[in-house]
């Protein structure tokens, strides 16, 4: 089987699908890997250093994918790169096809099987392969990294003969994957940190990571699959009159809240942005999905009364050498889970991460789900 490794076409995306440590494995495990030249530049890794482990390069995205088996990728594929998918040939990427179900139309279409990342299950024995997690754990990191470097002030307290300098107080809203990675990088460059999530089963997490936890005395929102569901009315109320004081105290706001397959709940409201001293930064690495905060532009960074609101997108591609052997590892152990000693695939649909991710196969959308949104789309 050949494993064809693209270079990403969308602008900004600096990661690459598979590192070389990855590809040394699986060409010992007795798979053929191409990949397509500069694969790599945006990550620092060379043709040269593909081609040292094994991999074949090729010159060109269409040489590449008329040659795959099975394309791996991060991104979702433009309308051009679904144009040279190999008829019979599988492809791995993210797709979020329950928002775009027209891509796996078009995927369906060519008669390619598509295994979308960012549907695997979130279970136990899925963790390995999970890229949702691995990258919201950089993304927690590098938020932190662009909330230090934005602000006028220093993160840690220092006492100097020069004066004692206080240490910037960091409030992190949402402590999931990303948000519990930002206590720690927080915590690590001396700011004193609290969080808070509806899930209060993370409370625990947040102390241990030496965050004080912001209790607020309202319901749980803890919903299915560990994840968070929407709150009451009256909750969301009582949080912000709650959440208001602290963010007026804070210097850095960092907000990860998502609810799954819905728009991000707004935490910060104008009124309470307008409540920080000037200087004050947020990133809100729910931009993506709309953001937590209403004054979020997705994609920029604005200052408003200033106040620094970053919204940039993909900060994972901001990390990109670590992003990209993150996720390759993620692709390693799904290769694994997918694949025969033969080398060849095995999507057995009594398992369960394989039937979470099978979107397309033998020309139709095969997931009920995604098959339901593309028959409301219009
Ligand atoms: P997520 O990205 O969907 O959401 C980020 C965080 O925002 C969550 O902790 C959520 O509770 C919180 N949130 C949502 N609405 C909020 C609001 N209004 N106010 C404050 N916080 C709010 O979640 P995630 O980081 O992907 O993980 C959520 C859970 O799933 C965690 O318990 C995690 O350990 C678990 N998980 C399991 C796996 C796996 O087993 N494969 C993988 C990833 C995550």
Known sequence: ??????????????????????????????????????????????????????????????????????????QPPTSEEVAKLKADSALICLAYPLANPALAKAIAARNVTLLCLDMIPRTTLAQ????????????????????????????????????????????????????????????????????????????EQVESLGARFVNIDVEDAQGAGGYAKEQSEEAKQKVAAVLAQHVAKSDAVITTALIPGRK????????????????????????????????????ERVIVDGVTIIGERNLPSQMPVHASAMFSRNMEKLLAHITTKER???????????????????????????????ESAP
Do not use: W
């Open 128 to 203: 390995m392969m999970d890229v949702l997690s691995s990258q919201a754990t950089i993304s927690g990191y590098r938020a932190v990294i662009l909330a230090a470097e934005a602000t006028p002030k220093l993160f840690p307290m220092l006492m100097t003969a020069a004066g004692t300098i206080p240490p910037s107080k960091v409030l992190i809203l949402g402590a999931g994957v990303a948000g519990l990675q930002a206590i720690a990088t927080a915590r690590r460059l001396g700011a004193v940190v609290e969080a808070y999530d509806v899930r209060k089963v993370v409370k």
């Open 264 to 299: 991000a709940p707004i935490l910060l409201p104008a009124v309470m942005v307008r409540g920080m001293r000037r200087g004050s930064v947020v990133v809100d690495i729910a931009a993506e999905q709309g953001g937590n905060c209403e004054l979020t532009k997705p994609g």
């Open 1 to 74: 089987m050949l494993i064809a490794i693209p270079r990403e076409s969308i602008a900004g995306e600096n990661r690459v699908a598979m590192v070389p440590e990855s590809v040394k494995r699986l060409v010992a495990q007795g798979f053929s890997v191409a990949v397509e030249a500069s694969a790599g530049a945006g990550a620092s890794l060379t043709d040269a250093d593909y081609q040292a482990v094994g991999a074949r390069i090729e010159a060109t995205a269409d040489a590449l994918f008329a040659s795959a088996d099975l394309l791996i990728k991060v």
């Open 344 to 374: 060849a695939m095995n999507l057995n649909e009594a398992d369960e991460i394989v039937r979470g991710m099978t979107i397309t196969r033998g020309g139709q959308i095969v997931h009920a789900d995604v098959n339901k949104a593309a």
